[in-house]
T-cell receptor, first 115, second 113 residues
Framework: DAGVIQSPRHEVTEMGQEVTLRCKPISGHDYLFWYRQTMMRGLELLIYFNNNVPIDDSGMPEDRFSAKMPNASFSTLKIQPSEPRDSAVYFC?????????????FGNGTRLTVT | DQQVKQNSPSLSVQEGRISILNCDYTNSMFDYFLWYKKYPAEGPTFLISISSIKDKNEDGRFTVFLNKSAKHLSLHIVPSQPGDSAVYFCAARFRGGGNKLTFGTGTQLKVEL
C-alpha cells in the first residue's frame, strides 16, 4: 500500500491567492483527518470525515478554510484567500474504524508558505 | 488552550543512555494516550499507546508510564539509539471521542554518538 498521499509537497503563494491541498487516503479507510502543524501549537485538528461526511470542523480557523471529500479516495483543503499566518505544514491522515487498534496513518504533509 | 502540553521543546541524550520525554494534560476526560514519532519531511507515525486503566505499557525499548493523579505521562527509551532522533508528539483521546486526537507541541530528541 502506498500510504496516505498528499500533494503538493511544497506550496509557495502570495497573500490573497487561493490554495488547494490534496489528499488520497489509504484504500479502505473510512476516517480522514486534516491537521496543521505549527511550532506554537503543535498538531491541530482542523476537520475530520467519516465515510466522506464531515463530522467535526470545529478546528477550522475561519471561513477562509474549507474542506471537501467528494469520494472515499480524495479530499481537498482549500484556503481562500490565503494569509501569511496560514504558513504551516498541513497533514492528512486516515484510519479504519475508531477503536484503539486503529491508529492514524499520516501523509508526508504539504509545507505551505504564504508571502 | 493547550490541553496536551510538552514543555520541553528539545532533549539531547547520549547513545546508550535513557531518554525520558514528558507530557502533561489538563482534561480528565482523556482516556487513551499515544506517542507518535516524526522524522523530518515525513508524517508522524504511531509508536506506542496506553489506556487510562493502566499505568505502564512496554514495547521493546519503549515504555510509556501514566500517572493519572498527576495528569502526566512519560515515554522512556532505553537504550537510546541515533535512529531515535526525531520529534515525539504526545496525543490524547477523549472517552467516546473515536479517533479524534489532541496533540502536544512535540519534543525534538537528539541522540548523540
Amino acid at each position: 500500500d502506498a500510504g496516505v498521499i498528499q500533494s503538493p509537497r511544497h506550496e509557495v503563494t502570495e497573500m490573497g491567492q487561493e490554495v488547494t491541498l490534496r489528499c488520497k487516503p489509504i484504500s479502505g479507510h473510512d476516517y480522514l483527518f486534516w491537521y496543521r502543524q505549527t511550532m506554537m501549537r503543535g498538531l491541530e485538528l482542523l476537520i475530520y470525515f467519516n465515510n466522506n461526511v464531515p463530522i467535526d470542523d470545529s478546528g477550522m480557523p475561519e471561513d477562509r478554510f474549507s474542506a471537501k471529500m467528494p469520494n472515499a479516495s480524495f479530499s481537498t483543503l482549500k484556503i481562500q484567500p490565503s494569509e501569511p499566518r496560514d504558513s504551516a505544514v498541513y497533514f492528512c491522515a486516515s484510519s479504519y474504524g475508531q477503536g484503539r487498534n486503529s491508529p492514524l496513518h499520516f501523509g508526508n504533509g504539504t509545507r505551505l508558505t504564504v508571502t | 488552550d493547550q490541553q496536551v502540553k510538552q514543555n520541553s521543546p528539545s532533549l539531547s541524550v547520549q547513545e546508550g543512555r535513557i531518554s525520558i520525554l514528558n507530557c502533561d494534560y489538563t482534561n480528565s476526560m482523556f482516556d487513551y494516550f499515544l506517542w507518535y514519532k516524526k522524522y523530518p519531511a515525513e508524517g508522524p507515525t504511531f509508536l506506542i499507546s496506553i489506556s487510562s486503566i493502566k499505568d505502564k505499557n512496554e514495547d521493546g525499548r519503549f515504555t510509556v508510564f501514566l500517572n493519572k493523579s498527576a495528569k502526566h505521562l512519560s515515554l522512556h527509551i532505553v537504550p537510546s539509539q541515533p535512529g531515535d532522533s526525531a520529534v515525539y508528539f504526545c496525543a490524547a483521546r477523549f472517552r467516546g471521542g473515536g479517533n479524534k486526537l489532541t496533540f502536544g507541541t512535540g519534543t525534538q530528541l537528539k541522540v548523540e554518538l
